[in-house]
């Protein structure tokens, strides 16, 4: 069954320092990724997803994400930190055994962004 | 379109009272996924529908749980009798099948406390 890792619960940067939040995946045949954003009180909205069209995905707000075959990961990025980027964030794989719909998601990472 | 309206927005309700927690999702989605978040568990999915069917509620924690989708713009979720543990935030999501890498919708989620 497919699954995915995320390395770390909280994260803390300083506002204009780099982003890196981590994401592991398992699953035996080719995954689709997803990285979704909730901010407080929100529900999760897409950042970006993994189409297998390239291996380095643009999503909204400057964020980005490389799909690593190799490493089975897809971690997210973004070169400068904004305070409006403070949020959780969730990785998440759809398309496992069988090919299910449904998605699974990690268990989050929480970004803290310091003035 | 107004996206996934889920309500309400905030339950309170007491140990043993039963509760129903509704879902619209977005006109032409074929999927709808209800999902739970806690702070020790993350985000669960509970059951998920293809067309109104119920496609896999292997999440569904117990009996007491049960969801319903009677027409493709409408599902509920019901806790019968609930209990304090029940207490999280209850999300519904729509997709569209296109591909397996369509990327799912999301509401504002309910918040649930059972006293």
């Known amino acids: 069954a497919q699954s995915v890792t995320q390395l770390g619960s909280h994260v803390s940067v300083s506002e204009g320092a780099l982003v890196l939040l981590r994401c592991n995946y398992s699953?035996?045949?080719?995954?689709?990724l997803f990285w979704y954003v909730q901010y407080p009180n929100q529900g999760l909205q897409l950042l970006l997803k993994?189409?297998?069209?390239?291996?380095l995905v643009k999503g909204i707000n400057g964020f980005e994400a490389e799909f690593k075959k190799s490493e089975t990961s897809f971690h997210l990025t973004k070169p400068s930190a904004h305070m409006s980027d403070a949020a959780e964030y969730f990785c998440?794989?759809?398309?496992?055994?069988?090919?299910?719909?449904?998605?699974?998601f990690g268990k989050g990472t929480k970004l803290t962004v310091n003035p | 379109d107004a996206g996934v309206i889920q309500s309400p927005r905030h339950e309170v309700t007491e140990m043993g009272q039963e509760v129903t927690l509704r879902c619209k999702p977005i006109?032409?989605?074929?999927?709808l996924f209800w999902y739970r978040q806690t702070m020790m568990r993350g985000l669960e999915l509970l059951i998920y529908?293809?067309?109104?069917?119920?496609?896999?509620d292997s999440g569904m924690p117990e009996d007491r749980f049960s969801a319903k989708m009677p027409n493709a713009s409408f599902s509920t979720l019901k806790i019968q009798p609930s209990e304090p543990r029940d207490s999280a935030v209850y999300f519904c999501?729509?997709?569209?099948?296109?591909?397996?890498?369509?990327?799912?919708?999301f509401g504002q989620g309910t918040r649930l406390t059972v006293v």
């Open positions: 999501a729509s997709s569209p099948y296109r591909e397996l890498n369509t990327e799912a919708f």
């Open positions: 699953s035996s045949v080719p995954p689709y």
């Open positions: 993994y189409t297998s069209a390239a291996t």
């Open positions: 998440a794989v759809s398309r496992g055994q069988g090919g299910s719909e449904k998605l699974v």
């Open positions: 006109s032409g989605h074929d999927y």
């Open positions: 529908f293809n067309n109104n069917v119920p496609i896999d």
